[in-house]
């Protein structure tokens, strides 16, 4: 059975601290990694796609790398409107060609002025 | 990229009642999927709407209960049937192009409570 787990559950950094959010995962083959951001009372926001091991990807403040057991979002130098939770998502390979993700149950990072 | 709307944003139901939650694509999408949000926990699949067929339900749900439609590949709705109060939760539906690109971009989102 595929699992995400994400670590921590919730972060609260200064504005300017750097951090890196923990992805795990655990799939029989990986087709492709994701990272969502959701506001709350939205529905979440697409950030990265990873599909290989030493993958990196950057948009702004947010990197996502990519390992073959875990992935990390680095934020660099946060500012407060970085505040929202942080969803991870694998999808493995299926011969069925199901296209269905797994999520994690999120970080929820707050960044302080 | 594409844009994903949901009707109603939010909606406030009796117990034993029925609602129709619609997803309007601003582009044809290959995937489109429901899920499920309880507060403060993260989504759960309930199925994949395949155009022209029957959904494709995860394991713990079931069409009598959540019935669900895709006319064409750029709309698809989600019935919550005989709704109990352990339904209230925000129901998300997805797109996505398959095969050409994995990425699924998601709706704002319809935040049910029923009473």
């Given amino acids: 059975e595929d699992q995400v787990t994400q670590s921590p559950e919730a972060l609260r950094l200064q504005e300017g601290e750097s951090s ?24 979440p926001e697409f950030l990265f796609t990873l599909y290989s091991a030493g993958e990196e990807k950057e948009k702004e403040r947010l990197k996502a790398t990519l390992t073959k057991k875990e992935s990390f979002l680095h934020i660099t130098a946060p500012k407060p409107e970085d505040s929202a939770t942080y969803l991870c998502a694998v999808l493995p390979y299926m011969d069925t060609g199901r296209r269905a993700l797994t999520f994690g149950s999120g970080t929820r990072l707050q960044v302080q002025p | 990229s594409a844009v994903i709307s949901q009707k109603p944003s939010r909606d406030i139901c009796q117990r034993g009642t029925s609602l129709t ?95």
């Fill in chain 1, 20 to 43: 890196s959010l923990n992805c795990s995962y655990t799939v029989s083959g990986l087709r492709g990694l994701f990272w969502y951001r959701q506001d709350p009372g939205k529905g």
């Fill in chain 2, 21 to 115: 939650i619609q997803c309007q694509v601003d582009s044809q999408v290959t995937m489109m999927f429901w899920y499920r949000q309880q507060p403060g926990q993260s989504l759960t699949l309930i199925a994949t709407a395949n155009q022209g067929s029957e959904a494709t339900y995860e394991s713990g749900f079931v069409i009598d209960k959540f019935p669900i439609s895709r006319p064409n590949l750029t709309f698809s709705t989600l019935t919550v049937s005989n709704m109990s109060p352990e339904d209230s939760s925000i129901y998300l539906c997805s797109g996505g192009q398959g095969e050409s690109t994995d990425t699924q971009y998601f709706g704002p989102g319809t935040r049910l409570t029923v009473l």
